[in-house]
């Protein structure tokens, strides 16, 4: 059976002992929701824990849930009202609506209500209201479990029981938890009250939640006045005054977001802390988020990257996290966990973990940050503006086409392409260069995003001097946002600039061909024909010659990029048996088309997708070592994230997705893993089109 938990749960380490069943030291009694499919011991659970006896049902679908009476009292048995896809109402895994269903419908989890946050006093804080247990023993035990309840008869949800519903039951339980953790909400698992609580930690996900800290701040009491400052930042006694003086800091202090950088030494590693100020953006918008860095994290020589702490979250800084330990490096005097830091409000709580050593912090100049992040960023906009020959705005019809023109002589003679049998660039790119490789996933005319993208971590520098490769996995047109999902403009700037970046910089950037990069009637969203639409545009401004070249262009991207660092493709491997001389020749092969650009990850309602075996096979057809990436596109698992590492409980295969109006994802190489690195969104194109 499929587990999508597999391999990525990880024990709760500090935990607490309420009525005899261990749960996470963070978690206040009344704030646990215990939910799972039938059988999974939960009315047993909330006996034991002298909890609510009643079970409550909650529709996740319905706006505002999170007010409903059934979570007024609580600790409590809840059972989950789930979207199904073809079905209007939301309905449980023991409905019989359900269960009449062969196979059961996938989750049509967009309907999910997601509760709100709160920053303040006069807005409930819902999302943090609840911490959601699923109770997920192997489908085995619940199977066994609920034959031998059948005896007593009592049970109408045991009827007609097979080892597949229970199994089904529980994969819908397992994606549910899957997205609720994604979206934010509190979620832990358990399998049996016999063992640990268990929190779960994707690879690529650096955030910890505050339960997996061993120590945390004190809760301010409403009891007294001190209390009620420290809730409304008023309390002083916490607060830690960084000087241009090296200070040692003990217990828990509070650092302010006053728009300035500080320094934190941890023995003889220096890391630098800035407050991340994304420019164009309403101050009242901003996400207070923090970038932590080392002193020589920009340079030309090499891409590098950074830690971000994101306003309420807790991460621990320490040898024992590889992904942290990648991108600082930290030095063998650093402990494995060393520093917890919170970021509450953009104002960080530092605690010290390892005493020997210890944290110090220390500021070296007292500039506002906003400044100085101003006039590197006008340096990086300015090569932008160089680069395209101007504003970043539609070329005009006669310089637009001798560009395409000039992209489609280079593409005939492509660098690093095998050729194929008629001697023409084939379908693969074999990167051999040293070159950091930066990969971006779907963009979808986010003209911003690639901006953001190119204008980030010394990434123009780095393509000049040839010490990174700039990767794009096909679909980088056609909006998907719903109100511009038929302007087709943003989709030919985003092209304009990608020939830009492929004329100057022909052997560091590579575009792979994606299921949109065609005028295909096929290719339509919400019923709207964007291959079309794009077509039609096309000819409008610049004439039928224009639409040629560009049909052209399609036919003579690459499918496949390969190199010591990763293997990818837009969508998928092929499920059929492909040579290396057959993805060469790939043009001449449609079959081998479809299923590399649209094919998708094998799942219960998608039994035709790939799977584990048809990557190990992509792999030995392209004569990759075991153990090296392999990244596609094309299907992001939720609407939250933009990155999902060891997808399908398979090692090593990562989804990447770039077009998030929230802002980009890109995967990069950092020693020997592909570390996803997150920008803000910002206007970049009228940021860099206003300057003088």
Known sequence: MEDLLKKILVPIKDIQEIRGIAMPIGLEYLQLVVTGPP???KSYYINQIRGW?????IDLTRKGWWRDQSLIYRPREVHLGMPFKGYKEAFTVFDKEWLDISPPPPLELSRVRIPPGGDSIFRTNYINRYIFEFLLPDPEVIYERRKARQIQGYFPVDSDLTIEMVNKQNLAYQEMALYMHRAGINVYIRKGLDGPPMRIAEKGV???PRWAITKKPPRPSLKNISGWKEIFGLRQSNWFTITHDVQRITGVNRIAHDGKTFEML???QRLCFHPELPLGIKRKEMKKNWIINTPLACSTMAPSGFVRIKNGETVILGRSNKEYDDILRFSKKVAKRHVAITNSRGDLTITPLEEEIGVKLVRFDNLDYRERVQANRY????SLRQLFGGSITLLP??????????????????????????????????LQQRAVPVIVGDLHAQVDNLLKILSENCLIGCLRSKSATLVLLGDAIHSEILEEMEDMDSSILMMDLIFTLKLRFPENFFYLRGNHDSFSADISKNGISQGILMKERLRELRGQEYVDEMETYYSKLPYIIKSPYFYACHAAPPRSDATLDDLINIANNPILQHEITKNRLQRPHYLSGYNKSDIKRFRKTLDMPKGVPFVVGHTPLDPFGSIWKNVGTIKNHHIIFSAHQEGATILQQIKDDLIPLSYPAEPLTKLINDLE
């Open 39 to 41: 059988g999974a011991g």
């Open 379 to 382: 340096k990086a906009f300015i």
């Open 53 to 57: 006896p009643n079970e409550g049902y």
């Open 397 to 430: 019809p006669d310089i637009a086409l001798d560009r395409i023109r000039k992209v489609n002589e280079l593409m005939d003679a492509e660098p690093m392409r095998p050729l194929t049998s008629e001697g023409k660039a084939g379908g693969i790119v074999d």
């Open 266 to 268: 941890l023995g003889d």
């Open 206 to 208: 650096a955030a910890v």
